[in-house]
């Protein structure tokens, strides 16, 4: 037995629970000199964190021998032992004064461990070690050790293409990712995020961290109607992951805390704030019961915090809102009821949402004006609040329930309150969002017309379609078109009329797109014949653009674009146009070719000025789509890799032309074998 395991074996015999926690002393280990005669040992087997603890346990006031901080540098350079590579950033990171005795080389050495993980190909060791790196540096860029410059240049480096990745290595990135771009939003790990979303392995984190992100902007804003669309926008997307991840329980929880919020100016606020708040509880309790035996890493405990606001802010609320209803008997129980709306209204006294978050802000702009309206709305609940500061001595110098009060007079005093369809309304706008929403300009006239019941029964129908569409729908999908129509919607070309039509065209196109890559063997009979290779014999159908036609043609005849959508128009431009698609108020066309030498971006460019031509008298967009016969077994691109736009900018024209590229792979044995091209 080498004698430094002797020593450390006649230490952890001897020591505390919390000794053996922290780690052995030099002295433990024999003495300074004793460790630097054999930190080779030390350093290229499993006791590098061994090492580092010891190091960091000496007193703060000792300098740290130049010799042992450069075998510590030459251990977190060398180890190939991913287990005592891990110990040793723990160390690190729970001693970030060692990692400034140790200077710039730590942060450079852990900087090199990252980026070499790119080409750990198949050892994962050192793609596990890379992330072990990853993970200390955000340790240690939270705390101010390292500059965030640097790693946020390498994280978005390494995930140029996160489908090369190590999966050991990229699996770990997205939650990382989603911690640095909440402390430095605007720094575009956004972008290296949806990088992310490509890989089966990475899209699940991925898209989490998206949705947070979405939360942050949301809770950012400074009025009632643009931190409610921003929020619902949030709860869209935490809903399509759910759905395509049914066990992820964090993302369960934000949906329901959400709900909850959203939910506290609905028309049955009563039953869905507090079935919002069952659904949080139970998951909570859920989530804590399958973590209870697990360690939280340091950057991630503001992220239980959240949650754990996010429960208590949900209690509240539904508390509250079981007197929101207009049903709720008021002349019964009137100080309990005073008192739970009173606590939701200054909520932020007590409950902090999200980490960072300006809790009194989102408290203030989301809750505190609805439970204004629920006074305004009927005139008994201002008298019984006003009857209460008068008599009731445990709410007369309550400074919530005064505040409230002095708030109510103002609106009620206000000009616009007493206007038709007025600013200062009791909160009609809060109360039917999905009316609001789809009557902008209409609703104010509609809402005075028609009932309070009736506007309610418009709005829960809404609501339950709209949840029903969001049911089924699928996170990378839905981030996929997201991204072409922000691009899209830049062209001064996407208006009314021309925007609507074009964007059904390309959800049909890019539906398409899914079926083809999800084609096997022997699926889909002739018309998806040129998705396959040829056998042997020669006796399937000869991969021709003919057959390419048909069968989008076919894929066309089922959706609503039947009726429009005509074939190898002749004449259009001065040549033939493949599909022309002709809407009321305006045209397009989807270009169709077959490549077999380069189906690059590069070589398909060549073909995207063509599906410009056919658009030079109407609106400025057009589709490519591409039959991509270059990759046989293995190498096919992904469908988010292969949908993409060109802009085709020609002299003397204001504005390019932008073509969607759809690329499909084509003459393969099995069309649904997506594997990667060997390395």
């Not at 990745?165 to 605007?186: N, Q």
């Not at 922000?486 to 039509?501: F, M, N, T, Y």
């Not at 259009?572 to 077999?596: H, M, Q, S, W």
């Not at 390019?656 to 649904?672: A, I, K, W, Y």
Request: net charge negative.
């Amino acid at each position: 037995m080498h004698v430094m395991d002797e020593r450390i074996s006649a230490w952890a015999r001897t020591a505390a629970p919390d000794q053996r926690r922290a780690g052995p002393t030099l002295d433990d280990l024999g003495g300074l000199d004793e460790v630097l005669t054999h930190t080779d040992y030390l350093t290229s087997g499993p006791f590098l964190g061994i090492l580092v603890s010891a190091a960091a346990n000496e007193p703060p006031d000792t300098p740290l021998p130049s010799a042992l901080g450069d075998a510590i540098i030459k251990g977190l350079a060398s180890s190939t032992r991913h287990l005592a590579f891990a110990e040793a950033v723990d160390a690190l990171a729970t001693h970030p004064r060692l990692v400034g005795d140790l200077g710039t080389k730590a942060t450079r050495t852990l900087l090199r461990r990252l980026t070499d993980a790119q080409d750990a190909g198949d050892d994962p060791a050192t793609a596990l070690i890379g992330a072990e790196a990853a993970e200390c540096l955000v340790q240690l860029t939270l705390v101010g050790i390292a500059t965030p410059a640097q790693l946020l240049g390498a994280m978005d480096m390494v995930t140029e293409d996160t489908a090369a990745l190590p999966t050991e290595f990229a699996s770990r990135l997205p939650r990382l990712l989603g911690v640095l771009d909440a402390h430095h939003p605007g720094a575009g790990l956004r972008e290296a995020l949806k990088r992310c979303l490509i890989p089966e392995h990475t899209f699940r984190d991925a898209a989490f961290e998206l949705a947070l992100s979405d939360v942050r902007t949301a809770l950012e804003q400074d009025n009632y109607h643009a931190m409610v669309e921003q929020l619902t926008v949030c709860k869209q997307r935490l809903a399509e992951l759910t759905a395509v991840a049914p066990d992820r329980l964090d993302a369960q929880i934000y949906l329901a805390g959400i709900d909850g919020l959203l939910g506290l100016s609905a028309p049955d606020a009563p039953t869905r704030v507090a079935e919002a708040a069952q659904a949080l509880h139970d998951r909570l309790q859920h989530y804590r019961a399958w973590r209870i035996r697990t360690s939280t890493p340091a950057w991630a405990k503001g992220r239980q915090d959240d949650i754990t606001a996010w429960y208590e802010l949900t209690v509240l609320l539904d508390h509250a809102a079981q007197h929101m209803g207009d049903e709720d008997p008021w002349y019964t129980h009137g100080h309990g009821i005073l008192t739970a709306l009173l606590r939701a209204y200054t909520a932020h006294h007590t409950v902090k949402v999200l980490t960072g978050a300006p809790a009194e802000q989102v408290v203030e702009t989301l809750v505190t004006p609805v439970i204004e309206d629920a006074f305004l709305r009927r005139e008994n609940r201002f008298r019984i609040l006003e009857h209460a500061l008068t008599h009731d001595e445990e709410l007369r110098d309550d400074e919530a329930a005064q505040r409230l009060f002095a708030s109510l007079n103002a609106r009620l005093n206000s000009p616009a309150f007493h206007e038709p369809g007025g600013g200062g309304d009791p909160g009609k706008a809060r109360r039917w969002p999905q009316l609001a929403r789809q009557l902008p300009s209409e609703f104010a006239a509609f809402a005075d017309q028609n009932s309070e019941h009736v506007l309610d029964r418009l709005e829960l129908a809404l609501r339950d379609s709209e949840e029903f569409l969001l049911s089924m729908t699928d996170a990378k999908y839905s981030r996929l078109m997201d991204e072409l129509i922000v691009r899209l919607e830049k062209s001064r070309d996407w208006i009314a009329g021309v925007a609507e039509p074009f964007q059904v065209l390309l959800e049909a196109t890019v539906r398409f797109a899914f079926l083809c890559y999800d084609v096997g063997r022997k699926m889909g009979g002739g018309y998806t014949e040129y998705l396959r290779a040829r056998d042997k014999d020669g006796k399937k159908q000869k991969v021709d653009e003919a057959l390419f036609h048909q069968h989008y043609r076919e894929f066309l005849a089922v959706t609503a674009l039947f009726r429009v959508a005509q074939f190898e128009v002749i004449d259009k431009a001065g040549g033939r146009t493949d599909v022309l698609v002709t809407f009321p108020t305006a045209y397009f066309n989807v270009e169709c070719k077959i490549e077999e030498k380069d189906a690059s971006k590069d070589g398909l460019r060549t073909y995207v000025a063509q599906a410009a031509e056919y658009q030079n008298a109407g609106p400025s967009f057009a589709i490519l789509l591409a039959l991509d016969k270059t990759v046989g077994k293995e190498g096919a691109a992904n469908l988010f890799d292969s949908i993409w736009i060109e802009e085709v900018q020609r002299p003397g024209e204001l504005e390019p032309c932008l073509v969607v590229v759809v690329r499909v792979p084509g003459g393969r044995e099995s069309p649904n074998d997506l594997r990667p091209a060997s390395q």
